[in-house]
Nanobody, 117 residues
Framework: QVQLVESGGGSVQAGGSLRLSCATS????????MTWVRQAPGKQRELVAA???????NYADSVKGRFTISRDNAKKTAFLQMNSLKPEDTAVYYC???????????WGQGTQVTVSS
């Protein structure tokens, strides 16, 4: 059974940092691209960052220079380091397999990130 479990969310003030983790099990992690997606209240899900099997990365313009996606294949875990957080980053953050939206075989349950001004 495939599982993706996010952790590391919470509440932080603007300018603060959080590090999200996505621990996986039941899949051959190293052959999957991994993606972080977020959904703010009343908005559609949007891709935040993606990392390929070779380590190539892609970021939404809104988080470039502030967020860093990474992976540890030995631990079967993906990470999202979020710095200089803004209130508009408030959302539920999900990890998923795949490089882009719409091509995600597996999803985690999400973790809430709340940034106060």
């Amino acid at each position: 059974q495939v599982q993706l479990v996010e952790s590391g969310g919470g509440s932080v003030q603007a300018g603060g940092s959080l590090r999200l983790s996505c621990a996986t099990s039941g899949l051959f992690f190293s052959v999957y691209s991994m993606t972080w997606v977020r959904q703010a209240p009343g908005k559609q899900r949007e891709l935040v960052a993606a990392i390929g099997t070779s380590g190539v990365t892609n970021y939404a313009d809104s988080v470039k220079g502030r967020f860093t996606i990474s992976r540890d294949n030995a631990k079967k875990t993906a990470f999202l380091q979020m710095n200089s957080l803004k209130p508009e980053d408030t959302a539920v953050y999900y990890c998923a397999t795949g490089w882009s939206m719409g091509k995600n075989d597996y999803w985690g349950q999400g973790t809430q990130v709340t940034v106060s001004s």
